[in-house]
């Protein structure tokens, strides 16, 4: 650039940089508006993590009780007879 043309911009630029005011209180404005949206990201992290947890208990209580009651709800299969279930310990043990 030229020297005449390199003093212009210096001149503009300085009487632009003397027009801005100085904020004492942005940076705490600034903090306290970055404060309330993590608050509420929180808060809505929050909220879909327990209508999440709310739909799977609705929909897990909803498929047991859909069964029939008088049949199993863990096995299939027949029933076990009591007497199979007893231990015997030898005489002597």
């Known amino acids: 650039m030229m020297p005449d043309t390199e003093e212009r911009l210096r001149d503009v630029l300085d009487a632009v940089a003397r027009q801005v005011r100085l904020d004492t209180r942005g940076y705490q404005r600034t903090q306290a508006a970055w404060r309330r949206r993590e608050r509420r990201r929180r808060l809505v992290a929050t909220f879909i993590a327990t209508i999440i ?7 897990g209580l909803w498929a047991l009780n859909r069964g029939d009651s008088s049949e199993p709800v863990i096995f299939d299969g027949p029933q076990p007879d009591p007497t199979s279930l007893v231990v015997r310990v030898p005489p002597g043990s």
């Open 53 to 59: 947890i709310a739909t799977a208990g609705i929909v």
